[in-house]
């Protein structure tokens, strides 16, 4: 049964903040938070299904988690490349229309995380239903850096006049095109984590105190009747 939303927000955000400090709670090492936050992000998928959600973006590993402990990477690595694989061999991505994208600084990971991506990505690149896009070794100033370098290559090669530079050039040269309606982020901290700096302009934020595994569906109703409640002005 679908549940009832007043207002479906097109694109949600969400920071995945928590799961270590989850792990710790729990006396546990830290990768285990993250294999409990790789399952609550399979439930939050569903859950987008449910409300036909139009488009994801998760911030999972930021370009500054490079810098963890090796122990922890190594077994962090090893649930990206078995998750990624089994959405590939997942029948319901392809038969639910959805299309996955890594955006990030891909290269800073091992080969066969990259390939796993690479696979994912080719064998959903036609859907057209929904679109996840998994935020890895990502920052928003980094994406922001990446574009005007695209933007001055334009430039430098005379298919753009300076002066014809406006926000949907920036817009068109970014990772991530659309801008999110909402952004939800568990884990209690209230700051956006360099997280999709140009298009969270306008974003209605939500922060929760739960740590990402503690997330629930009631939780994720709640900011989404929240939302619905909410007078968007865009500045105006």
């Excluded at 739960?210 to 009747?225: A, V």
Aim: charged share 35%; with cysteine; proline share 4%.
């Amino acid at each position: 049964m679908r549940p009832v939303i007043s207002k479906v927000p097109r694109h949600i955000g969400l920071i995945l903040d928590g799961n270590r400090r989850f792990a710790k709670k729990l006396m546990l090492k830290p990768w285990k938070g993250h294999e409990w936050g790789k399952k609550k992000l399979e439930k939050v998928l569903e859950w987008c299904s449910e409300i036909n959600l139009k488009e994801l973006t998760v911030y999972a590993f930021s370009v500054e988690n490079i810098n963890r402990p090796k122990e922890e990477l190594d077994h962090l690595m090893k649930i990206f490349k078995n998750a990624y694989d089994d959405v590939a061999n997942d029948p319901r991505i392809n038969e639910r229309g959805i299309k996955i994208n890594f955006i990030g600084h891909t290269y800073l990971f091992p080969k066969d995380v990259q390939e796993s991506m690479k696979n994912l990505m080719e064998k959903t690149k036609n859907n057209k239903k929904h679109i996840v896009n998994f935020a890895m070794a990502y920052g928003g100033r980094d994406e922001i850096v990446d574009a005007t370098r695209k933007i001055a290559e334009m430039v430098k090669d005379g298919k753009l006049d300076p002066k014809d530079i406006d926000k949907k050039t920036v817009s068109d040269n970014l990772y991530v095109k659309s801008e999110p309606d909402m952004i939800i982020r568990t884990g209690g901290e209230k700051r956006s984590s360099n997280f999709l700096c140009y298009q969270s302009a306008y974003s209605e934020w939500f922060y929760l105190e739960k740590m990402w595994p503690e997330f629930e569906k009631e939780d994720f109703l709640e900011c989404l009747k929240e939302y619905s409640k909410r007078k968007r002005k865009f500045g105006r």
